[in-house]
Nanobody, 118 residues
Framework: QVQLVESGGGLVQAGGSLRLSCAYS????????MGWYRQAPGKQRELVAAMRRGGSTNYAESVKGRFTISRDNAKNTVYLQMNSLKPEDTAVYYCGADLANLKSPQYWGQGTQVTVSS
């Protein structure tokens, strides 16, 4: 069983920064891929960024150059540094974990709200 607990969301002005954290526990295999996803009102959940245990990453085009995913395997924590935030980044951000599935991971956190004001 994998447990994921997100923190770090909040309200920020456009152009500002936030860092999200996701503390995870459970199988090393089930947490091989750790990702951040977001869901805005009326929209489908989408992949924002993902990172494999070996270090390779994937980013949505809309966040490339602004967001950075990182993970500390010793602390069992994955981070999402979000810079130059835009109002369209407003969403509930979820942490996800899976052996290999980026699009629809098996395990999810409870989500944390990020609101960017203009």
């Amino acid at each position: 069983q994998v447990q994921l607990v997100e923190s770090g969301g909040g309200l920020v002005q456009a152009g500002g920064s936030l860092r999200l954290s996701c503390a995870y526990s459970g199988s090393i295999f089930s947490t091989n891929v750790m990702g951040w996803y977001r869901q805005a009102p009326g929209k489908q959940r989408e992949l924002v960024a993902a990172m494999r245990r070996g270090g390779s990453t994937n980013y949505a085009e809309s966040v490339k150059g602004r967001f950075t995913i990182s993970r500390d395997n010793a602390k069992n924590t994955v981070y999402l540094q979000m810079n130059s935030l835009k109002p369209e980044d407003t969403a509930v951000y979820y942490c996800g974990a899976d052996l290999a599935n980026l699009k629809s991971p098996q395990y999810w956190g409870q989500g944390t709200q990020v609101t960017v004001s203009s």
